[in-house]
């Protein structure tokens, strides 16, 4: 039945959610105008919303005086305020008012005309529906009332959704949302409640979860984050389950022929919600099959579609979004459930942030998901279960299993926050992130590990693992302001190493990444040689064979397993700096660190001197390595042409000779990395004498150079530079170094290609800078957290150069 065959039922207590849009949220809340907004306006976008219908405010307000309940309210929150009754006894009594109330006649029939015409729009008698509560103050830009009310699933008869609908009235009071309108300030009778009814879909054997258009810890806008579980979506929304997690690069979702997942992490998802079957309760929880938590929730293609979705949402609305989505398992068909405005990093700005340093190490005790970038402190309280909330101290770091909007009190008085459940979309991780508290979540075992009253250290600065150490670790804050820094001619990039860390560093102005060292993903993330997974028959160690089997247990082939998190891994690195160069260098392990992965002792000899042995280029053309050496070039393939990176540079490190150049180059082009097919670049690390001597030789096959001042000051000098003894000796400012340096930017610019630094000296050295700067090196790769007091020191060089001063370097 179409929208136009129920106008004989619009009225002013009930409306059709698609006859709604933003200009109503004083009538329909928030949720309501939003999905109405949604159904109107992005259904050419191929968003598809469930039907649905939503009482009004005027609704509720004509109930509230049908049954004389304002006056019974204010005074219930008068004695409140005055001590002469708890806020839990002052909730209870107001519900309580509500759920003795009756609906003025006119009213009850308006809902059950409506819900009986769902019904036929539907083609049943007596259809499922979800009824929601809708704020007329929620999902606004200051302030979130999400999760304040309560939600009721799988409703269905005209009698049940009219009884639904008082319970949502009655919510409007819960003790929770009571305390979050004294925070924030709002009269509780200012807020009325509109009551939102869909037909369900059934993700009860689907799938559902929560998306936001921006990154939720950075700020990074280029992201949309999608998590997933089975089942309804309140296990998501309310941090039960660890879901799984995508995360979807948006400036290329433009492109039909990429598929730009940058991220895919699997989630436990030990539990399910589901309905139940007969009884009092609607839904139910039931644990998931081992199928289910070892199984992906979405494929590639849905998660694109959501991400589409998503973006075409944030760009009607010009703001970034949190939403919800569904999947009916019936159909298979996506459904958009929820959107509302994103409350927490779209008000903080883009052009300053304030970065956490750790002091000093650490012993870690738990670890789960960062919530925040901060550093906290303190003693443990842990409260295991709400009945025993009273018993937080103040200013201790809460160490819980789960928290819900119940929580929020205690949450906003915590140093720190810890639980053993939930990712980053769960409830504890969105308060946290709104009241500014670090968090910890979903580390399984915290309430268990940690002890009342431990001293601990929370750090969620290192990444997208948050930390919990033992003791009071010191730690320091350093704020930048972005537009203070100064412009350079010198193109200033960044080293990265970890995918996890790569989005803490979006705002600062780099010229792109100047080193990504694939080593990292594969040494932290993927863990197994990757001649081990060529040939795992070779792996002749029962337990590695199994942690193999293991790690790899969710691809049918466990090459792909390499493939895909080490192509992920270097998407998500290249994201933040979308479409500046980024420059990954191919693996770099020396022999005993390859024997160190799983399975790496049954490819790997011993060497006396690995820093000079089987390393670098020598091992791509190799028979020893060259199927291994293929697995990275795959890689490498599939993040340019089907993820869509093409800003991404390969380079080619410790390449002793021409000829050796020549055969990497070789095989190369034999896995389909061809030197200027689709803007592929090369560049080669210039880190041993022969580069230099031979830099003309080298810059007809590459094109670019890039320092590399650690080895190339170890081999100028023939100092190990991990000697103690020899620490003394080993200086990249050695006039033998500085001289094959200048030597090398020189015979460079000859030949018409780029050359630029990508060691630590820089970093170390401001001095070093200096003296690249006056020898006109192009770029300058640093580390992040040296970046913003090495930029003055480059562009005071520059502005001395263009004095005629000489810049000199001190030794």
């Known amino acids: 039945m179409s929208a136009a065959a129920d106008t004989s039922l619009a009225n002013a207590n009930v409306k059709w959610i698609e006859d709604t849009g933003i200009a109503d949220i004083p009538s329909v809340g928030g949720k309501n105008a939003s999905l109405g907004e949604l159904t109107r306006a992005l259904q050419t976008e191929g968003v598809r919303v469930p039907e649905g219908f939503a009482t009004t405010a005027a609704a509720y307000r004509a109930f509230l005086a049908a049954n004389g309940l304002e006056p019974r309210i204010r005074k219930h929150m008068e004695d409140q305020r005055a001590g002469t009754s708890t806020l839990r006894q002052a909730g209870a009594a107001i519900r309580e008012l509500f759920l003795q109330a009756t609906f003025p006649e006119d009213i009850a029939a308006d809902i059950q005309e409506h819900y009986s015409a769902l019904c036929r729009r539907a083609g049943q008698d007596q259809l499922a529906v979800a009824v929601r509560s809708s704020a007329t103050a929620e999902d606004l830009p200051d302030a979130s009332f999400a999760g304040q009310q309560e939600t009721f699933l799988n409703v269905a008869g005209a009698r049940a959704v009219l009884d639904a609908c008082r319970r949502c009235y009655a919510s409007l009071f819960t003790d929770r949302a009571i305390s979050y309108r004294e925070m924030k300030g709002y009269d509780h009778l200012d807020v009325a409640l509109s009551v939102g009814v869909q037909r369900m879909v059934r993700s009860d054997v689907g799938a559902s979860g929560v998306m936001f258009s921006i990154d939720t810890e950075s700020g990074f806008p280029g992201v949309v984050v999608i998590s997933a579980a089975w089942g309804l979506g309140e296990t998501v929304v309310q941090g039960t389950i660890n879901p799984d997690k995508y995360q979807v690069f948006k400036p290329l979702l433009a492109e039909e022929r990429f598929s730009p997942v940058i991220e895919r992490e699997l989630g436990a998802k030990e539990r399910k919600m589901v309905y139940s079957q007969g009884g009092d309760a609607r839904t139910r929880m039931v644990e998931t099959s081992e199928r289910e938590q070892h199984t992906l929730v979405l494929d590639d293609r849905e998660v694109v579609l959501l991400a589409r979705w998503a973006a075409a949402v944030e760009e009607h609305y010009g703001r970034p979004m949190d939403m919800e ?4 398992g019936v159909t298979g068909e996506l459904f958009m459930v929820q959107a509302r405005p994103e409350t927490v990093q779209a008000r903080r700005s883009t052009t300053t942030f304030r970065t956490y340093h750790l002091a000093q190490p650490g012993k870690v005790l738990v670890s789960g998901a960062a919530i925040g970038d901060a550093i906290a402190r303190g003693e443990a309280c842990v409260v295991r279960d709400a009945k025993d909330i009273e018993s937080f101290v103040d200013g201790s770091v809460l160490v819980t299993r789960m928290t819900d909007p119940d929580w929020v009190p205690v949450m ?26 670090p968090a910890v979540v979903g580390t399984r075992n915290a309430t268990e590990a940690l002890s009342d009253g431990v001293k601990v250290t929370l750090s969620c600065a290192e990444g997208e693992e948050g930390r919990v150490y033992e003791g009071l670790l010191e730690f320091s804050v350093e704020d930048v302001d972005m537009q203070a820094l100064p412009a350079t001619r010198t193109a200033v990039m960044i080293n990265i190493a970890s995918p996890a860390a790569a989005f803490k560093w979006w705002r600062l102005p780099a010229a792109g990444v100047g080193l990504a060292r694939m080593e990292f993903i594969i040494n932290n993330l993927i863990r197994i040689h990757p001649m081990a997974l060529v040939h795992p028959e070779k792996v002749a160690d029962p337990d590695e064979a199994a942690l193999i089997r293991q790690l790899t247990s969710g691809y049918e082939d466990p090459q792909e397993y390499f493939i895909d998190v080490l192509a992920t891994g270097i998407a998500k690195i290249a994201a933040p700096f979308h479409p500046k160069p980024v420059i990954v260098r191919l693996s770099d392990f020396k022999t005993n660190e390859y024997g160190h992965l799983i399975g790496g002792s049954a490819f790997e000899r011993p060497e006396e001197n690995p820093m000079l042995g089987f390393r670098g280029a020598s091992r791509y053309y190799s028979s020893h390595y060259r199927e291994g050496f293929a697995l990275e ?14 800003n991404v540079i390969v380079m080619v490190p410790f390449c002793r000779t021409v000829r050796e150049a020549d055969q990497v180059i070789q095989a190369m082009e034999e896995q389909g990395l061809v030197r200027g097919r689709d803007g592929l670049q090369l560049y080669m690390m210039c880190e041993i004498p022969s ?19 650690n080895d190339l000051t170890q081999l100028v000098l023939g100092v190990d530079r991990d000697s103690e003894e020899l620490a003394g000796l080993f200086d990249e400012r050695d006039p033998a170094v500085m001289a094959m340096i200048a030597e090398a930017i020189s015979k460079a610019h000859a030949a018409g290609i780029k050359i630029g630094i990508c060691g ?3 970093s170390n050295h401001p001095d070093l800078a200096e003296f690249l700067v006056s020898q006109g090196i192009d770029s300058v790769s640093l580390n992040p957290d040296t970046y913003v007091r090495t930029l003055p020191v480059i562009a005071a060089a520059e502005a001395r150069i263009a004095d005629g001063q000489t810049a000199k370097l001190v030794l």
């Open 633 to 646: 070039c795959k890689a490498l393939k599939r993040v340019r042409e089907q993820v869509g990176f093409g």
């Open 412 to 437: 906003k008085r915590a140093a720190g926050i810890i639980t053993d459940h939930g990712g980053p979309t769960s409830h504890a991780a969105i308060v946290s992130r709104e009241l500014g508290v």
């Open 691 to 709: 580069n230099v001597v031979l830099a003309a030789e080298f810059a007809k096959r590459f094109d670019g150079f890039s320092i590399g001042s």
């Open 325 to 328: 989505w569904a999947r009916d």
């Open 760 to 762: 630590q000296g820089p």
